[in-house]
């Protein structure tokens, strides 16, 4: 659905040139949900506006929905969807309405807009709502109609930027089932913006990760929390005596990074974590090595973040 090869926009400033993005390759499949990742000033938006046909790239190249993003981009926007951070209804505005006059710009007649805004509404749990004035929405019932004005012309890639940054936990939560629901009731490929985490990690089945305007990493989420290291084994002895035995069996498993002793544990990193730890316990048995304590964590997407950017994207405020 994407794919794009040394991807770049330089900006021209007082103070010189900004280069936001720099060389990027990506590529996105059809019915994948991808997560773009960040830190604040990345590249994020520069690239997604490119991708996008809303800037055109200091140079590269790129196919998006099919056509080439250069040669075609009204191809491009004919087949995507684009679900803007600020959203785009007017506060005035019926919300039907605006869903109807936004269809009409991609040639949909009224009757069919009609009906296909009212599926939609159904299907992003906005029944009952279509006569309202967009001001009196909630902030999650407004996101999820910007989603239902991205969709009217049924594209078959979606881009959303950063879509439920400023709503409270639950309408968050319950955007992230509608945009699975994208992928999975309506076929949709999803390529999303976020500064949260936990939404990546929750919704994403691929992320790519960008920072000073270069790709740094992609993968599944369990393919970027085995690149740090993997999961650290801890074991707290029943008798510290042992230290050195233990240490031992726990050097020899599969992967294992040298064990480190200190606060009375001995912790080492593995690839995998939890499918090692029958093999520990059993070897620890038999050498009559008696535990106090055992515990697998798993390294988080933070840990990634950091290892690959040198910043938490934790306490990041969402632009
Ligand atoms: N129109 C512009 N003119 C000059 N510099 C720009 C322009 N747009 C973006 N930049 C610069 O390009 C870099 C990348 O910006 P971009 O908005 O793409 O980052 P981002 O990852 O989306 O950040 P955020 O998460 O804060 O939205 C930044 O250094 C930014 O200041």
Same mark, same amino acid.
């Given at each position: 659905?994407?794919?794009?090869?040394?991807?770049?926009?330089?900006?021209?400033?007082?103070?010189?040139? +900004?280069?936001?993005?720099?060389?990027?390759?990506?590529? +996105?499949?059809?019915?994948?949900?991808?997560?773009?990742?960040?830190?604040?000033?990345?590249?994020?938006?520069?690239?997604?506006?490119?991708?996008?046909?809303?800037?055109?790239?200091?140079?590269?190249?790129?196919?998006?929905?099919?056509?080439?993003?250069?040669?075609?981009?009204?191809?491009?926007?004919?087949?995507?969807?684009?679900?803007?951070?600020?959203?785009?209804?007017?506060?005035?505005?019926?919300?039907?309405?605006?869903?109807?006059?936004?269809?009409?710009?991609?040639?949909?007649?009224?009757?069919?807009?009609?009906?296909?805004?009212?599926?939609?509404?159904?299907?992003?749990?906005?029944?009952?709502?279509?006569?309202?004035?967009?001001?009196?929405?909630?902030?999650?019932?407004?996101?999820?109609?910007?989603?239902?004005?991205?969709?009217?012309?049924?594209?078959?890639?979606?881009?959303?930027?950063?879509?439920?940054?400023?709503?409270?936990?639950?309408?968050?939560?319950?955007?992230?089932?509608?945009?699975?629901?994208?992928?999975?009731?309506?076929?949709?490929?999803?390529?999303?913006?976020?500064?949260?985490?936990?939404?990546?990690?929750?919704?994403?089945?691929?992320? #790519?990760?960008?920072?000073?305007?270069?790709?740094?990493?992609?993968?599944?989420?369990?393919?970027?929390?085995?690149?740090?290291?993997?999961?650290?084994?801890?074991?707290?002895?029943?008798?510290?005596?042992?230290?050195?035995?233990?240490?031992? +069996?726990?050097?020899?498993?599969?992967?294992?990074?040298?064990?480190?002793?200190?606060?009375?544990?001995?912790?080492?990193?593995?690839?995998?974590?939890?499918?090692? #730890?029958?093999?520990?316990?059993?070897?620890?048995?038999?050498?009559?090595?008696?535990?106090?304590?055992?515990?697998?964590?798993?390294?988080?997407?933070?840990? +990634?973040?950091?290892? #690959?950017?040198?910043?938490?994207?934790?306490?990041?405020?969402?632009?």
């Amino acid at each position: 659905m994407i794919h794009a090869r040394a991807l770049s926009r330089t900006f021209t400033t007082r103070t010189g040139p +900004v280069e936001a993005v720099r060389g990027v390759d990506l590529d +996105v499949e059809r019915g994948e949900i991808v997560g773009f990742l960040g830190p604040n000033g990345a590249g994020k938006t520069t690239t997604l506006r490119m991708l996008t046909t809303l800037l055109t790239p200091t140079s590269g190249q790129a196919t998006v929905a099919g056509h080439d993003l250069i040669r075609d981009p009204i191809g491009v926007r004919r087949n995507i969807g684009y679900v803007a951070q600020g959203g785009v209804t007017l506060p005035e505005a019926i919300a039907g309405e605006e869903c109807v006059d936004q269809a009409r710009l991609y040639g949909l007649g009224k009757s069919a807009a009609a009906a296909r805004g009212k599926e939609l509404f159904d299907q992003l749990d906005l029944g009952g709502l279509w006569e309202r004035k967009c001001s009196s929405l909630s902030g999650g019932q407004r996101r999820r109609l910007d989603i239902v004005i991205g969709l009217m012309h049924s594209p078959g890639l979606v881009f959303l930027d950063e879509p439920t940054t400023g709503l409270d936990p639950q309408s968050r939560a319950n955007l992230w089932n509608h945009i699975g629901g994208l992928r999975d009731e309506l076929g949709s490929t999803v390529f999303i913006t976020t500064h949260y985490l936990d939404e990546a990690d929750h919704l994403c089945d691929r992320l #790519l990760v960008i920072d000073h305007g270069q790709i740094v990493a992609s993968g599944t989420k369990e393919e970027l929390k085995a690149g740090v290291g993997g999961d650290a084994v801890i074991v707290t002895l029943a008798d510290p005596a042992r230290t050195p035995d233990a240490s031992g +069996v726990m050097a020899t498993l599969p992967g294992a990074d040298e064990p480190v002793v200190g606060d009375g544990q001995i912790t080492v990193h593995v690839p995998e974590g939890g499918g090692l #730890l029958p093999r520990l316990l059993r070897e620890l048995d038999a050498k009559g090595v008696e535990l106090a304590g055992v515990e697998v964590r798993r390294p988080t997407l933070d840990d +990634v973040f950091l290892s #690959l950017t040198g910043r938490s994207l934790r306490d990041e405020p969402a632009a």
